[in-house]
């Protein structure tokens, strides 16, 4: 069934539904299903929506059931959840802080190579800007830093694992690229290890310039034999490094695919918990409770968008968005800049699960049809989508920090904080798309 010129504009208007709905705090899953409803409605109500595509719904659904890719989402949660009771966050920022002290704006730097640590073995931004906040944030102000740069560099460091595998973007992003995880995985290291090389050069500079801003430790602070330091630091580095190198060493390696090496991360953090004394039936009980609950969430929002994509593409929705956005001015060149101005203005209201299963959908096609590297545009969207946790005002990782931020933080200092390290995360994000080598290098050796 063809749509006529005066009904081409119901496809576009489902996407400003959505938007409508969620703009007033609405489930996204349920905000997804009720607009596919309505306008499934009206379009059968014009004659311009055929029911038959609602017959393709139910073994759609089956098949989200049986996708053995997003089976990764909950290990991988588990395992997040799991580290988070171990206490691993609280003896890295500790030592690191002791290692890093004597430096000016060796906090800071502490804080981003503790957030690379974890998002390398947690992957949960929730966990880790708590952790961090709840440890390093006092002790920050306490030494005389300044709560812009104290309160940027915490929430910016715990989104670094939505960039650093293994990252639940990624995972979702694979999926709805249709690619492979773990190639995702490997291309996305060094867009990562970029990411946070440039949170530590800027604190390095601005405590070079502004040392009051990020003053060293006090002597008496730091005080503690080189070689007890070392033995300290050789205890808390062991056991995540030993879980880095089982969960992606496997993938990169090719011994087991993303969600088996999922299933290993989770048992090793239960291991882990156990070692330090942190595993009981409560602790097991409340991890069970937020992997069942994000998982439940994930699956609620895949069916919403199952059915919004089912009546988006029976109003031929699609046809239009692949239209309009082949024929940019620029080619490939434009594409890129509207779909990445696209995700990075998206990013201020809604989170990446939802922008992964509204938008992405529709740069796929287009993508194809451009000859752009899937594998490399997935890389560069999750990269794009970590500035979703940052960006002012429904950044989750700014609330995350306010949470556990003491009284004398103000949220305009959190907000002012982050400012600069969305920069940052934005100046990665283009030289990536500027020299995709970055990108392409690991993934080109691991599969010659």
């Known amino acids: 069934m063809n749509l006529s010129f005066e009904y081409e504009w119901l496809g576009p208007c489902m996407f400003a539904g959505a938007l409508f709905f969620l703009s007033f705090g609405y489930p996204v899953a349920f905000s997804l299903g009720g607009v596919a409803i309505i306008f499934g409605l009206v379009g059968i109500a014009l004659g311009v929506f055929d029911p038959v595509f609602l017959n393709a719904l139910p073994l759609r659904i089956f098949n989200i059931m049986g996708n053995y890719t997003i089976l990764a989402v909950p290990y991988f949660i588990f395992m997040g959840s799991m580290l988070e009771k171990s206490g691993i966050a609280e003896r890295l920022l500790e030592t690191m802080g002791i290692l890093f002290g004597r430096v000016r704006g060796g906090l800071a730097l502490a804080v981003v190579l503790v957030g690379a640590l974890l998002a390398a073995t947690t992957g949960v931004v929730a966990a880790t800007v708590v952790a961090m906040g709840l440890i390093s944030l006092p002790i920050m102000l306490r030494y005389g830093y300044n709560k812009e740069l104290a309160t940027g560099v915490i929430a910016a460091s715990g989104t670094l694992g939505q960039i650093i595998p293994p990252s639940v973007v990624l995972v979702v992003l694979g999926d709805q690229l249709g690619v492979s995880v773990g190639d995702l995985f490997v291309g996305s290291v060094i867009p990562g290890l970029m990411m946070a090389g440039a949170f530590a050069i800027h604190v390095l500079i601005v405590a070079f310039f502004r040392p009051d801003m990020a003053p060293a430790l006090p002597e008496e602070v730091r005080a503690m034999s080189g070689q007890a330091l070392m033995q300290r630091v050789l205890q808390v580095m062991l056991p995540p490094v030993i879980l880095i190198l089982l969960v992606l060493g496997s993938i990169f390696f090719g011994i087991a695919t993303p969600t088996e090496a999922g299933a290993v991360g989770a ?182």
Do not use: C
Not at 303 to 310: D, E, K, M, P, Y
Not at 354 to 362: G, S, T, Y
Not at 377 to 406: E, K
């Open 267 to 448: 048992l090793g953090a239960v291991v882990l918990a156990a070692a330090n004394r942190q595993l009981s039936w409560e602790s097991l009980q409340k991890t069970g409770d937020v992997t069942l609950r994000t998982s439940a969430m994930v699956m609620f929002i895949l069916i919403g968008s199952t059915a919004f994509s089912l009546v988006f593409r029976g109003l031929e929705g699609d046809t239009f968005m692949f239209d309009l956005l082949a024929n940019l001015p620029g080619g490939k060149t434009g594409f890129l800049f509207v779909s990445m101005l696209t995700v990075f203005i998206l990013g201020f209201f809604i989170d990446f699960f939802e922008i992964a299963f509204i938008v992405v959908p529709l740069f796929v096609p287009v993508a194809q049809q451009l000859g752009l590297d899937l594998v490399w545009f997935g890389v560069v969207l999750g990269a794009n989508l970590q500035t979703s946790f940052l960006t002012p005002p429904f950044g989750f990782a700014l609330f995350y920090l306010r949470s556990v931020a003491p009284p004398e933080v103000t949220t305009g200092h959190i907000y002012r904080g982050v400012i600069q390290f969305i920069l940052l995360q934005m100046l990665v994000v283009v030289t990536i798309i500027i020299f995709p080598g970055i990108i392409s290098f690991l993934p080109s050796l691991m599969n010659p």
